[in-house]
């Protein structure tokens, strides 16, 4: 059944804006007539997503953290509705309803629960919206459904997504001060060297003197400064592009990858927070009942390291040779050696769920220490980084207008 985007007035004269569930303009215009709402505009929402596998929805663009919180906080709700003995249709009604200032979200279970009421199993609807729920999210309601424990595989996807939030929640918090730092350094610099500079020169240079060299080589920035700066804007765009496209391709976005777990305190972050990812992935995927290479097909995909989905990849195909987890995990030099070994316990006791549980909470706290760490050490770095540079710049300043007062002296 199409889905209408309607603007109205109420019976009260105010504006009136939502979705609606027609089978023609027509039948849409009696319906919202029948509940005293008069139309003025209506739209019908029917674009397809070239990522999906059938038809779905042109969304509106959501930032992709706020679209993780919605889907975490609308899937504890469907859980506990369902854990109440709610059918799944009735629940799903029930989440478009309180969806109602969501719109992207509300357009994407009124086709999801359009879909289900036809005939389609619940994973069966949401793989036609890839923008919003991932492999990993498709196949484990897919998993909860075979098993009869839908509620609570949707209970422990909710706990995972949030976890997930928090996580990057604790990254960005932490790059957040370094990166403002930059910024503003770079402003302070550029407004020093464009306007500043150039002025206090021009009234040295009027006194005719020898300049200091660290005097000379500020004039000579700053000339570059005001005369090509268009160039340097340029060189920073091609950087920006060169790099977006590296990234893009296979080899590239590889390269890439192996230089960001390299680098010194923020690569090490890197590499716990994607080993954290993959323990806490596949410990959920296990828990919701998919097998082990099907789970590894769906975690490589949400590492985010090239590297190490290569490297699960492998590992995958060790295990189809006859090979256990453990064994490729500790050869393959990008996990921890531990990871191996707890791998092996767990499949050794036939708790590896819950040992990769454990191992994610241990690496969370990890991070939280790293993230402290990193930002201990980038803080002074920074200071010290921008102090230097601001000193040169007042002494080459300071240096001859203290000359030019002693020869008026």
Same mark, same amino acid.
């Given at each position: 059944m199409?889905?209408?985007?309607?603007?109205?007035?109420?019976?009260?004269?105010?504006?009136?804006?939502?979705?609606m569930d027609?089978d023609?303009?027509r039948d849409a215009r009696v319906k919202?007539?029948?509940?005293n709402?008069h139309?003025i @505009?209506?739209?019908?929402i029917?674009?397809s997503?070239?990522?999906?596998k059938g038809?779905?929805?042109?969304?509106? @663009? #959501?930032?992709?953290?706020?679209r993780?919180?919605?889907?975490?906080?609308v899937t504890r709700?469907? &859980?506990?509705?369902?854990g109440s003995?709610?059918?799944?249709?009735?629940?799903l009604?029930?989440?478009?309803e309180?969806?109602?200032?969501?719109r992207?979200?509300q357009?994407?279970f009124?086709?999801? @629960?359009e879909?289900?009421?036809q005939? &389609? *199993?619940?994973?069966?609807? $949401?793989?036609?919206h890839?923008s %919003?729920?991932?492999d990993l %999210?498709v196949?484990m309601v897919?998993?909860g459904?075979?098993?009869?424990?839908?509620?609570?595989?949707?209970?422990?996807? &909710?706990h %995972?997504?949030?976890?997930?939030n928090r996580?990057?929640n604790?990254i /960005?918090?932490?790059?957040?001060?370094?990166?403002?730092?930059?910024?503003i350094? +770079?402003i302070?610099?550029t407004?020093l060297m464009?306007?500043?500079?150039?002025r206090i020169?021009?009234v040295?240079r *009027?006194?005719?003197?020898?300049?200091?060299?660290?005097t000379q080589?500020l004039?000579?920035l700053?000339?570059?400064?005001?005369d090509y700066?268009?160039?340097?804007?340029?060189?920073a765009?091609?950087?920006?592009?060169?790099? /977006?496209?590296?990234?893009?391709?296979e080899g590239?976005?590889?390269?890439i990858d192996?230089?960001?777990l390299?680098?010194p305190?923020?690569?090490? =972050?890197?590499?716990?927070?994607a080993?954290?990812?993959?323990?806490?992935s =596949?410990?959920? #995927?296990?828990?919701?009942? #998919?097998?082990?290479?099907? *789970? $590894?097909?769906?975690v490589k995909q949400?590492? @985010?390291n090239? =590297?190490?989905e290569?490297?699960?990849g492998?590992?995958?195909?060790?295990i189809?040779e006859? &090979?256990?987890?453990?064994?490729?995990?500790?050869k393959?030099?990008?996990?921890p050696?531990?990871?191996?070994?707890m +791998? *092996? +316990?767990?499949e050794?006791?036939g708790?590896?769920d819950?040992?990769?549980?454990?191992?994610?909470?241990n690496?969370?706290?990890?991070?939280?220490?790293?993230?402290?760490?990193?930002?201990?050490? $980038?803080?002074?770095?920074m200071i010290?980084?921008l102090?230097v +540079?601001?000193?040169?710049i007042?002494?080459?300043?300071?240096?001859p207008?203290l000359?030019?007062?002693?020869?008026i002296g």
């Amino acid at each position: 059944m199409p889905i209408y985007e309607y603007k109205a007035f109420d019976k009260h004269g105010g504006d009136a804006t939502g979705l609606m569930d027609a089978d023609s303009p027509r039948d849409a215009r009696v319906k919202l007539r029948n509940r005293n709402i008069h139309v003025i @505009n209506l739209k019908r929402i029917d674009a397809s997503d070239k990522k999906s596998k059938g038809p779905a929805f042109r969304l509106p @663009n #959501l930032r992709r953290g706020k679209r993780n919180i919605q889907i975490a906080m609308v899937t504890r709700q469907l &859980a506990t509705l369902l854990g109440s003995g709610i059918p799944l249709s009735r629940a799903l009604q029930a989440l478009i309803e309180q969806l109602e200032k969501e719109r992207g979200l509300q357009t994407v279970f009124r086709d999801v @629960n359009e879909k289900v009421t036809q005939g &389609a *199993s619940f994973g069966e609807a $949401l793989a036609f919206h890839p923008s %919003y729920f991932t492999d990993l %999210y498709v196949n484990m309601v897919r998993a909860g459904e075979a098993s009869g424990n839908l509620d609570e595989v949707l209970s422990r996807l &909710a706990h %995972y997504l949030a976890a997930q939030n928090r996580l990057r929640n604790k990254i /960005s918090a932490a790059m957040a001060y370094p990166t403002i730092m930059v910024i503003i350094g +770079i402003i302070v610099i550029t407004v020093l060297m464009t306007f500043v500079v150039p002025r206090i020169i021009r009234v040295v240079r *009027s006194a005719k003197m020898t300049l200091p060299a660290e005097t000379q080589l500020l004039i000579t920035l700053s000339n570059i400064f005001r005369d090509y700066w268009w160039a340097l804007l340029l060189g920073a765009i091609g950087l920006f592009v060169l790099y /977006s496209a590296a990234n893009r391709s296979e080899g590239g976005r590889m390269t890439i990858d192996k230089w960001k777990l390299r680098l010194p305190v923020v690569g090490d =972050l890197l590499r716990k927070q994607a080993v954290s990812r993959f323990a806490v992935s =596949l410990s959920t #995927l296990l828990k919701s009942g #998919l097998p082990v290479l099907q *789970s $590894l097909d769906i975690v490589k995909q949400i590492v @985010n390291n090239k =590297l190490m989905e290569k490297t699960l990849g492998e590992v995958r195909e060790k295990i189809l040779e006859g &090979a256990d987890i453990a064994t490729p995990i500790q050869k393959s030099g990008i996990f921890p050696p531990v990871l191996g070994y707890m +791998i *092996s +316990i767990g499949e050794q006791s036939g708790q590896l769920d819950d040992i990769l549980e454990k191992v994610a909470a241990n690496y969370d706290d990890e991070i939280d220490i790293s993230t402290q760490r990193m930002t201990a050490v $980038l803080e002074p770095i920074m200071i010290v980084g921008l102090a230097v +540079i601001v000193g040169f710049i007042v002494l080459a300043i300071i240096r001859p207008i203290l000359q030019v007062g002693q020869g008026i002296g």
